[in-house]
């Protein structure tokens, strides 16, 4: 039985997936994509992978096949209110303006979001609740309020409004009290007057065509898209944008993701901060492309607080407890994009590796616990029980674990790292700056530490040391394979951030 994609099959398989669902497999992700069609080949029951890859690349592609891709293909991290400065944002200062215009335009007021790869609907529903507050005269609205999504099990899940605990991380517990009911099984079920809101619908992002009256997809006045494009090869993910353009309202805004602003044209929205969130608003055909002069406090994207630690929704992003070797993606001679701690011997620590790349993080647990009794310290396993403490919401037991993983080799680059997402994650934003400032210090090379560094610095105000650690970022990134993932990134690749820190750098004086 073949229990592996041939070197002849994977790349036609990354093609295909490409051009049908937009979400690309670059080489440095093929290992991913070998462990989501061994998954599917057990559980359709082929008899090898081969079988499986074979029936999948079969033409035409019908619905059948496209189930399958999606469920085994699609990301599925999310969360109610993620990324908090967002929503706040929203609730305070977005939607209420948005709500004002559309009520001084006269007649019964209309208001229509779109949440675009909204997953099982979190995203969709906590912008049910932020309108039902902003709203007393709610049913005097035409109001559409939907969610779209390639994943048809997610829909699924997403209409029946039950969710369980990993949904509610981080969310104040009234969220549960006032707008859900227990379960029987101690889950959480949205309520029904909620639930009425929103609609759901299958959308493909890459192959269906939209902007539509016939889906909901036109004349949209705020459009919400994160974590999505991020997994789009470039035309695919330009090609999307282009569309959202046509789908808003002449005033319509958007918003992306952090790793996600480079992508953004900058002939076709200008880019406005709230508070410490950026959107994008269109810019009209009947206006004028050239942006205002540039203010540097309003063109430099924010790093989402999420830790990722994100990226795709609240995971501990990159290689689980290490930082992977640049050493392996950078042609000779090209700097290296990340420090290599050094890797403590210890037997369990693969086996663990192993279950959270599963997101078995009780068995993470159980697995470094017993590592911990049987001997003294081990970095790499305290710094995976960190992610997973983190991955899980508990950012204090996660905050004790890393600085016993500081404790137990200071010099070590990524536990500084960690202690600095963990931090941010909780809003001290000078203490996080101190800890990626240490990790900037232990591996000059650190391309995300710089990243996040130039971020935190900009939003304390300095302006000067925020362009200089996005100048050393670029910097290492300029002879590196544009394909190659960016460590601790949750698979951005060099090309993409080179490209976003080029945009950011051109936003004011020349870099």
Same mark, same amino acid.
């Given at each position: 039985?073949?229990?592996?994609?041939?070197?002849?099959?994977?790349?036609?398989?990354?093609?295909?997936?490409?051009?049908?669902?937009?979400?690309?497999?670059?080489?440095?992700?093929? *290992?991913?994509?070998?462990?989501?069609?061994?998954?599917?080949?057990?559980?359709?029951?082929?008899?090898?992978?081969?079988?499986?890859?074979?029936?999948?690349? +079969?033409?035409?592609?019908?619905?059948?096949?496209?189930?399958?891709?999606? &469920?085994?293909?699609?990301?599925?991290?999310?969360?109610?209110?993620?990324?908090?400065?967002?929503?706040?944002?929203?609730?305070?200062?977005?939607?209420?303006?948005?709500?004002? %215009?559309?009520?001084?335009?006269? #007649?019964?007021?209309?208001?229509?979001?779109?949440? =675009?790869?909204?997953?099982?609907? &979190?995203?969709?529903?906590?912008?049910?609740?932020?309108?039902?507050?902003?709203?007393?005269?709610?049913?005097?609205?035409?109001?559409?309020?939907?969610? +779209?999504?390639?994943?048809?099990?997610?829909?699924?899940?997403?209409?029946?409004?039950?969710?369980?605990?990993?949904?509610?991380?981080?969310?104040?517990?009234?969220?549960?009290?006032?707008?859900?009911?227990?379960?029987?099984?101690? !889950?959480?079920?949205?309520?029904?007057?909620?639930?009425?809101?929103?609609s759901f619908s299958c959308l493909n992002l890459a192959a269906d065509p939209y902007p539509a009256a016939g889906n909901n997809t036109s004349e949209i006045d705020l459009l919400l898209c994160r974590n999505v494009l991020m997994y789009f090869d470039a035309g695919t993910a330009a090609m999307a944008l282009t569309r959202f353009h046509a789908a808003l309202a002449e005033d319509g805004l958007l918003v992306v993701s952090p790793p996600e602003f480079g992508m953004v044209p900058g002939d076709r929205f200008r880019m406005i901060q709230y508070g410490d969130c950026l959107v994008y608003r269109k810019i009209?055909?009947?206006?004028?492309?050239?942006?205002?002069?540039?203010?540097?406090?309003?063109?430099?994207?924010?790093?989402?607080?999420?830790? +990722?630690?994100?990226?795709? #929704? #609240?995971?501990?992003?990159?290689?689980?407890?290490?930082?992977?070797?640049?050493?392996?993606?950078?042609?000779?001679?090209?700097?290296?994009?990340?420090?290599?701690?050094?890797?403590?011997?210890? %037997?369990?620590? %693969?086996?663990?590796?192993?279950?959270?790349?599963?997101?078995?993080?009780?068995?993470?647990?159980?697995?470094?616990? !017993?590592?911990?009794?049987?001997?003294?310290?081990?970095?790499?396993?305290? $710094?995976?029980?960190?992610?997973?403490?983190?991955?899980?919401?508990?950012?204090?037991?996660?905050?004790?674990?890393?600085?016993?993983?500081?404790?137990?080799?200071?010099?070590? =680059?990524a536990g500084h790292f960690l202690r600095g997402m963990l931090l941010l994650e909780g809003g001290a934003l000078p203490e996080a700056q101190a800890s990626f400032r240490n990790a900037c210090f232990l591996a000059p090379d650190f391309v995300l530490a710089h990243f996040i560094s130039g971020d935190l610095a900009r939003r304390?105000? !300095?302006?000067?040391?925020?362009?200089?650690?996005?100048?050393?970022?670029? !910097?290492?990134?300029?002879?590196?394979?544009?394909?190659?993932?960016?460590?601790?990134?949750?698979?951005? *690749? =060099?090309? $993409?951030?080179?490209?976003?820190?080029?945009?950011?750098?051109?936003?004011?004086?020349?870099?």
């Amino acid at each position: 039985m073949t229990t592996f994609v041939s070197e002849n099959s994977i790349p036609c398989l990354s093609d295909f997936v490409a051009g049908n669902l937009g979400i690309y497999f670059p080489p440095p992700r093929w *290992s991913e994509l070998q462990r989501s069609v061994e998954r599917a080949t057990q559980a359709l029951g082929f008899p090898d992978v081969e079988a499986c890859v074979n029936w999948l690349l +079969t033409p035409p592609l019908n619905g059948e096949r496209m189930a399958v891709l999606t &469920e085994y293909l699609t990301v599925g991290e999310t969360y109610f209110f993620r990324d908090p400065p967002l929503f706040q944002a929203l609730e305070g200062e977005i939607l209420p303006a948005l709500i004002q %215009a559309r009520r001084a335009r006269g #007649g019964r007021p209309c208001l229509r979001v779109w949440s =675009a790869g909204c997953c099982t609907g &979190e995203e969709p529903y906590t912008l049910a609740m932020v309108l039902k507050r902003l709203l007393p005269d709610l049913d005097g609205w035409d109001l559409l309020l939907s969610g +779209t999504d390639i994943n048809l099990q997610f829909l699924e899940k997403a209409r029946q409004g039950i969710y369980g605990a990993w949904s509610f991380r981080n969310v104040p517990p009234y969220i549960q009290e006032r707008y859900f009911s227990l379960t029987l099984d101690k !889950r959480w079920q949205l309520n029904p007057a909620l639930r009425q809101m929103v609609s759901f619908s299958c959308l493909n992002l890459a192959a269906d065509p939209y902007p539509a009256a016939g889906n909901n997809t036109s004349e949209i006045d705020l459009l919400l898209c994160r974590n999505v494009l991020m997994y789009f090869d470039a035309g695919t993910a330009a090609m999307a944008l282009t569309r959202f353009h046509a789908a808003l309202a002449e005033d319509g805004l958007l918003v992306v993701s952090p790793p996600e602003f480079g992508m953004v044209p900058g002939d076709r929205f200008r880019m406005i901060q709230y508070g410490d969130c950026l959107v994008y608003r269109k810019i009209s055909k009947a206006c004028s492309p050239r942006p205002a002069p540039p203010n540097p406090y309003e063109s430099v994207p924010v790093v989402s607080a999420q830790p +990722t630690l994100s990226g795709t #929704g #609240g995971r501990v992003a990159g290689t689980p407890g290490k930082t992977p070797s640049a050493r392996r993606l950078a042609p000779r001679g090209a700097p290296p994009l990340a420090p290599l701690p050094p890797r403590d011997g210890c %037997a369990a620590l %693969a086996e663990m590796e192993a279950a959270y790349s599963r997101k078995e993080y009780a068995l993470v647990r159980e697995l470094g616990g !017993r590592a911990l009794e049987q001997g003294p310290d081990n970095g790499e396993v305290l $710094r995976l029980l960190v992610r997973c403490h983190a991955n899980e919401g508990r950012l204090e037991e996660a905050l004790s674990l890393c600085d016993r993983a500081i404790a137990r080799d200071r010099v070590n =680059a990524a536990g500084h790292f960690l202690r600095g997402m963990l931090l941010l994650e909780g809003g001290a934003l000078p203490e996080a700056q101190a800890s990626f400032r240490n990790a900037c210090f232990l591996a000059p090379d650190f391309v995300l530490a710089h990243f996040i560094s130039g971020d935190l610095a900009r939003r304390l105000g !300095r302006i000067v040391v925020a362009r200089r650690h996005w100048r050393n970022a670029l !910097r290492l990134l300029s002879e590196c394979p544009s394909e190659a993932p960016v460590p601790e990134s949750e698979g951005l *690749s =060099a090309g $993409r951030l080179r490209e976003m820190l080029e945009t950011l750098l051109s936003r004011g004086a020349p870099p």
